[in-house]
């Protein structure tokens, strides 16, 4: 076939897509494809979006949040976060000295959240009938000016857990500041959460600061118990919270 040909064939027509039929798509679901593993009696489901943990069950009992083909991550479940974790406030952080400015994601707040690849589809790189390795790439943009690669790894060990393994390797020519994250949501099977106690030991943990490049993390709802703004800042101090029913600590 002729490359005029060819080229011909493919320029672009308006016109309105209709729904295709799974068996005419490889990507029936919104998350697109579905790595399902297992080993024993644990199972787990990672898609192609965001490396996302959809689903992980132990002997039938599920311990995690799921959703259903047609939708996307609810409220960021199970979605990995690269190159940062969390929030950038007005997407604004500081690169030797120079301010860089990220596309705002969390409108609401003004923020940027979630890193970069929320709305990536990751390559399958290896896979096993226990084991699942996917990798995407930040390509240099408007606020991180660096390309980067995030490689996730799933694997269910000899006792049936899950591990999960994030690395990032950059490919730019001078060091990228990066935080890795993850965002599951845990459930303990069908037992109802007013029949659960829930105990932390006391600890001084908080945000952590910026540092050289000013990209901080933050801890997640028990930062808003110890008294930070609900923009939850990276490097905001964290205030004590006094004894109440909203204080799940107990004395080490």
């Known amino acids: 076939m002729a490359l005029g040909h060819m080229i011909k064939e493919s320029q672009p027509r308006s016109g309105i897509l209709g729904t295709p039929s799974a068996a005419a798509t490889r990507r029936a679901s919104a998350t697109g494809r579905q790595y399902r593993i297992s080993r024993g009696g644990s199972t787990a489901v990672v898609t192609e979006l965001a490396a996302t943990l959809r689903s992980f069950e132990v002997d039938g009992v599920r311990l995690s949040e799921t959703f259903a083909d047609d939708e996307v991550p609810p409220y960021a479940a199970g979605i990995t976060l690269a190159p940062w ?20 994601t969390e409108p609401s707040l003004n923020n940027a959240i979630h890193g970069l690849l929320r709305h990536t589809g990751y390559e399958l ?14 390509f240099p943009q408007q606020g991180y000016p660096f390309l980067v690669r995030h490689r996730v ?6 006792d049936g857990g899950l591990r999960v393994r994030q690395s990032l390797t950059n490919d730019s020519s001078r060091p990228a500041p990066f935080v890795l994250g993850a965002h599951p949501y845990l459930r303990p099977g069908d037992v109802e959460t007013g029949e659960l106690t829930l105990t932390l030991a006391e600890t ?6 910026g540092g050289r490049y ?17 923009r939850a800042p990276p490097g905001a101090q964290p205030a004590h919270v006094e004894p109440s029913p909203l204080a799940f600590r107990r004395p080490d």
């Open 85 to 104: 974790a969390n929030r950038i406030e007005d997407g604004r952080w500081t690169l030797d000295g120079t301010v860089q400015q990220l596309d705002i």
């Open 125 to 138: 790189l290896d896979t096993a009938e226990d084991r699942v390795v996917l990798e995407a790439a930040v």
């Open 153 to 158: 790894e799933y694997t269910i060990d000899d």
């Open 204 to 209: 001084a943990a908080g945000p952590r600061a």
């Open 214 to 230: 000013g990209m901080g993390n933050r801890s997640d709802a028990l930062t808003r118990r110890r008294g930070i703004s609900a």
